[in-house]
């Protein structure tokens, strides 16, 4: 093999494969300048577009021992281009809802040529930004094409501003479902309220639904929750349960064994339990963790439901925040009207106790950091997780220094190893069983 990344290019060249002729060799800081230099003159004349260049160490080996942060290499690095921009009118400004439910104000634009592009649409981001620009509708404003790929609004032409425009106001109801928008002092984005029920949002919240996490529907994958909204089969989470055979069978890529065995998957999934099910309806905030929280405070979903922003703040790892975001999920009657639906549809999980006031009691893992690894027998990970949180402890999905033990299952991968290496304690699943049985007795 060659023995630098020049070298390489060259050899598949050679062997038919195109690369980009414009790569040349610099052989020190002033000669990757200059070569930035002339190819942002010759930019505008290239047969495609580009928004910069990449510098890269060409020795292989000096690749190697330079290596990876995350996903990106160390050995190269993105020179950019100046952003184009351009003048047009701003003509409207329309509010699109995102999958999380966010607000984004989307101007309207007199189209112009912006790059190579034909653009009449721009993002403004948040009502943050539109105050920052002070941009009213009528205004003349500079268009960027960011990253040479998404038009943004980054300046007003004060000058060039007509006697008569409109002031932007962020609606009060969302334009897809009309459910109330919220706006948090402490964040930029406005949301829309309506969850479950959004269209804007529909796909997303089923996806998460279905998830393995969650509800674990299996064979409920991403493109079939797409295919079943986009058919109109299914408006809402609930409306999973009512799919029959024959819809699905005649679905694209589908047949009545594909059909089989997602019916078969959602009646699985129907027994679950409760953190499980808080888990699903995608309440902001509310992960795994929180929903457990939650499930062993209370007890049961009525008594979640009835419970006010104070009350919810005395369960563990509940701040104002998600109080506010649990309080408002629930106050809302379409997101109530789906959870009923669900459980009319069958959907259960065993109710328990609420938990006895744990606030003064010294929870005996309280400091360690366990790290689950493998398949484990008598329990799911996900049960095992549960119970040492319970107990106090906190659960993490990588080993490190500061791990207390590994707790291995069968076919144990990469992190009984890195614990090998760190000389970590490893426990197998009696040894976690006996751990757990000590503690709780």
């Known amino acids: 093999l060659p023995d630098t990344h020049g070298e390489v290019l060259e050899h598949l060249n050679d062997w038919g494969m195109l690369i980009n002729r414009e790569c040349t060799l610099a052989k020190n800081i002033g000669e990757c300048a200059d070569y930035y230099q002339a190819i942002a003159e010759k930019r505008d ?13 060409n020795s292989l080996a000096q690749q190697r021992e330079l290596g990876f942060v995350a996903r990106a290499p160390r050995w190269a690095i993105a020179h950019k281009f100046p952003a184009h921009e351009e003048m047009t009118q701003l003509l ?18 007199a189209p112009v040529f912006i790059g190579g592009v034909t653009v009449s649409n721009a993002t403004l981001h948040n009502m943050d930004e539109v105050e920052r620009l002070g941009v009213r509708i009528g205004d003349t404003v500079i268009v960027r094409r960011a990253g040479d790929v998404i038009p943004k609004v980054v300046q007003v032409v004060a000058a060039k501003r007509p006697k008569k425009t409109t002031q932007i106001n962020l609606p009060k109801v969302c334009p897809v479902c009309s459910s109330p928008i919220l706006k948090d002092d402490s964040e930029a984005a406005a949301r829309c309220s309506g969850g479950l029920v959004c269209g804007a949002q529909r796909k997303e919240a089923i ?7 969650a509800m ?6 991403e493109k079939l929750v797409e295919l079943l909204v986009d058919e109109e089969l299914i408006n809402n989470v609930a409306e999973l349960f009512s799919l029959q055979h024959e819809q699905i069978a005649n679905l694209e890529r589908m047949g009545d064994k594909s059909a089989d065995n997602l019916i078969a998957a959602l009646e699985q999934s129907k027994q679950t ?8 309806l995608g309440i902001r905030e509310v992960g795994e963790t929180t929903a457990l929280s939650l499930a062993n405070h209370y007890g049961s979903l009525q008594n979640i439901m009835s419970a006010d922003n104070d009350n919810l703040q005395q369960v563990n790892d509940v701040g104002p925040v998600v109080a506010t975001y649990v309080t408002e999920f629930f106050a809302e009657a379409a997101n109530r009207k789906v959870v009923q639906e669900l459980i009319d549809a069958g959907v259960n999980w065993p109710e328990t106790e609420p938990e006895p006031d744990r606030s003064n009691i010294e929870l005996p893992l309280d400091g360690e950091i366990y790290v689950l690894t493998g398949t484990l027998e008598t329990m799911t990970r996900d049960e095992a997780k549960q119970q040492l949180q319970y107990l106090g402890a906190k659960v993490s999905g990588s080993v490190s220094k500061k791990t207390t033990a590994v707790i291995a299952g069968k076919n144990a991968g990469s992190k009984l190893t890195k614990a090998e290496d760190l000389g970590t304690t490893v426990l197998d699943e009696q040894e976690l069983v006996a751990l757990l049985e000590k503690h709780n007795h």
Not at 45 to 57: C, H, N, Q, S, T
Not at 216 to 221: F, N, Q, R, T, V
Not at 273 to 280: D, G, I, K, S, Y
Request: charged content about 25%; proline content about 6%.
């Open 45 to 57: 004349a290239l047969p495609y577009e580009i928004d910069g260049i990449v510098f890269k160490v």
């Open 92 to 109: 409207d400004v329309e509010f699109q809802v995102g999958r999380t439910g966010t607000i984004t104000p989307v101007a309207r634009l």
């Open 207 to 213: 996806k998460h639904f279905a998830s393995r996490k």
């Open 216 to 221: 674990d529907i299996e064979g409920l994958g």
């Open 273 to 280: 339990t409760l953190p499980r099910f808080l888990f699903a």
